[in-house]
């Protein structure tokens, strides 16, 4: 699997079966989940983009710079904060998420990891983030999920209905990101996910 920014509940419902080996060795690709995450707001779906140094030349996620010249944490926090404040669980996770979106970081791959292990911890699940040594066109014996971050929109997969913040306005919006998940059913989303 690819690390994502803030996963959607589909990759989860995949991470959570067993240990994943996490490729940084694949090129970036622009307008990926690699980068991108999708959250429940007032009026909507609402798009995430972590800003991306971009070259001419191509480079490996495990090369990606994030353009901090933005205050992109800053808009993330503010639309996270606004999107969940109300939500069930919001509170109990705010402060460990809130600190992650108060460091700098330099490289994608960094917040995506640290991201990751939060969610590894909110779920209380077990597991070291192997990354791999190399890029490997093909894995013959491990189930092969980077086309899951490929993806430019979240991919259409039918997760189990759960009461969110806005559902009664927007209705439910399908696959969003893993917060959305945890802030609307705390400890009872590791079951959600099985």
Do not use: C
């Not at 990606?64 to 639309?79: F, G, P, R, V």
């Not at 909110?122 to 093909?138: C, G, H, Q, S, V």
């Not at 969110?164 to 009872?188: A, H, M, R």
């Amino acid at each position: 699997m690819i690390p994502a920014y803030l996963a959607p509940i589909s990759h989860w419902k995949q991470i959570i079966k067993g240990k994943i080996i996490w490729d940084h060795h694949q090129n970036f690709n622009k307008q990926t989940l690699r980068n991108r995450t999708f959250i429940h707001s007032a009026n909507g779906l609402l798009k995430l983009t972590i800003p991306i140094k971009h070259s001419e030349e191509k480079f490996i996620l495990k090369e990606a710079l994030i353009e901090n010249d933005y205050k992109w944490q800053q808009n993330h926090w503010k639309s996270i904060e606004s999107a969940y404040r109300s939500s069930p669980f919001f509170m109990y996770y705010e402060d460990s998420l809130k600190e992650i979106y108060n460091k700098e970081y330099e490289k994608l791959i960094d917040i995506n990891i640290d991201l990751t292990k939060l969610v590894y911890e909110w779920l209380e699940i077990k597991a070291n983030i192997f990354l791999t040594d190399e890029y490997r066109n093909t894995y013959v014996k491990e189930k092969d999920l980077r086309f899951m971050t490929e993806s430019k929109t979240r991919e259409n997969q039918n997760i189990k209905e759960y009461t969110q913040v806005f559902s009664n306005k927007n209705g439910f919006i399908n696959n969003l990101s893993i917060i959305d998940l945890i802030f609307n059913e705390g400890p009872n989303s590791i079951n959600l996910l099985k």
